[in-house]
């Protein structure tokens, strides 16, 4: 007899946990719990790495190749620092609308058999007592999470710099980032098409930028459309705003990611920051891992969830580890934005220390030359 699973939280990666639970062969009784209406979502656009989806291809190969079959691909990327634009060689890339995303997700769901429910909010997780495992799928702000929060002992650091998710229907041939400084400070633009004709647009910007041109004075639609005239260079379109607030980046992590028979995946567990773009696959292939430690200990639910944690935990250091060292060079922008472009452009390469020149060379070998020939000429001047 299969396990009573409730999974609170209908985003990507609690779909794709019910969904594969669904999927096995211990006939677990799957039930989504989802406080917003199953059409909305909030965002834009999400983008995958060709790795990012080779590593989710265990779990269902059939179902991301429908969610790959969905999207718009390129290869390369454009780094702009203050008008120069750097061409980088890098691999294919692909993104889809976050929407379709889910859409895509539900269907598999429901014709899987797992139940959704969509438009309720839990207010304690009393109403779930009934369930063997309660999954907290539900974000940064997770209920799961802070109703146990004396187990799962959470900790929070915050930035300092801003940012905001934007829609556009400026078409971007390649994945792109746009850094500039200003007379007050830095602001940076990532953005990249979803579909023939939208692209997603996340601005960001440093403390002393947010405060130096009044930002932290404008409600939101003064910031969008600032946001418009900063970045008009690379904009052809309006910026479109879908709750688009602009907060300081918070870092959620916690001491343990299970208590009893709860457990936590996605960014309930740690908050991954965009600049490493790989949030939506982290959680996705953290419920591969927990339906793998369900299956195989579906007769003793809390050594399951520990196997969890064990398999998992550190393979998402390793990437948090990345993830914060980027975050760190990110509050620093405005500094680096001081080195010549080629050199800013290596720098914000290796920022993470995964990394390293020895790669470049590798991996991006076009900008690596050109980045040699450039400070080989600056050298002889």
């Known amino acids: 007899m299969g396990l009573r699973v409730a999974i609170v939280g209908a985003g990507p990666a609690g779909l794709y946990l019910a969904y594969l639970l669904r999927q096995g062969s211990s006939g677990h009784h799957v039930r989504v719990f989802e406080q917003n209406p199953g059409n909305a ?19 269902s190969k059939t179902l ?21 634009v750097i061409p980088i060689d890098a691999g294919k890339a692909f993104a889809v609308e976050r929407l ?38 539900d974000g940064a702000n997770s209920i799961v999470r802070s109703s146990h929060a ?57 403390e002393a930028a947010w405060v130096g041109h009044g930002m932290d004075a404008m409600d939101e639609d003064e910031r969008r459309k600032f946001s418009e005239e900063v970045f008009a260079g690379v904009l052809d379109s309006p910026l ?22 709860a457990v936590l995946i996605g960014d309930a567990t740690r908050t991954a920051h965009p600049s490493i773009g790989s949030g939506t696959r982290l959680a996705m292939e953290d419920s591969i891992f927990l339906c793998r430690a369900l299956e195989a200990g ?15 935990r550190p393979i998402r250091e390793k990437l948090n580890k990345a993830a914060s060292l980027s975050i760190d060079w990110y509050e620093r922008m405005g500094e680096h ?45």
């Not at 190749?65 to 390369?76: C, H, L, P």
């Not at 688009?244 to 916690?254: A, E, K, Q, T, Y």
């Not at 590798?362 to 030359?369: D, T, V, Y």
Request: aromatic content about 12%; proline content about 3%; charged content about 25%.
């Open 41 to 59: 979502t909030y965002g834009f656009g999400v983008v995958f790495s060709e790795r990012a989806l080779h590593f989710l291809n265990d779990g």
């Open 64 to 84: 991301v190749d429908q969610i790959a079959n969905a999207t718009e691909k390129w290869s390369g990327q454009n780094i702009s620092v203050n008008g120069t």
């Open 100 to 137: 379709h995303l889910l859409q895509i997700l539900q269907e598999h769901c429901r014709t899987a058999g797992a139940e959704l429910d969509f438009d309720i909010r839990l207010e304690s997780l009393d109403d779930l007592s009934d369930f063997d495992v309660i999954v907290g799928a």
């Open 150 to 206: 004396d187990g799962f002992r959470p900790t929070l650091r915050e930035y300092t710099n801003r940012f905001a998710w934007y829609g556009t229907q400026t078409r971007y041939e390649v994945n792109a980032l746009t850094f500039l400084r200003t007379e007050h400070g830095a602001f940076c633009g990532h953005h990249y098409r979803y579909k023939p004709h939208m692209s997603t647009f996340v601005a960001e910007c440093d």
């Open 240 to 261: 479109i705003s879908n709750r688009s607030l602009w907060n300081p980046w918070r870092i959620v992590s916690n001491e343990r990611w299970h208590h009893g028979n």
């Open 298 to 312: 579906a007769d003793d639910v809390p050594a399951a969830l520990a196997a969890y944690e064990a398999e998992r």
């Open 337 to 381: 934005m001081e080195l010549e472009p080629y050199d800013f452009v290596h720098s914000f390469l290796t920022r993470t220390k995964r990394m390293t020149s020895e790669r470049l060379y590798k991996e991006m070998p076009a900008f690596m030359n050109a980045y040699d020939t450039v400070n080989s000429m600056a050298s002889n001047v």
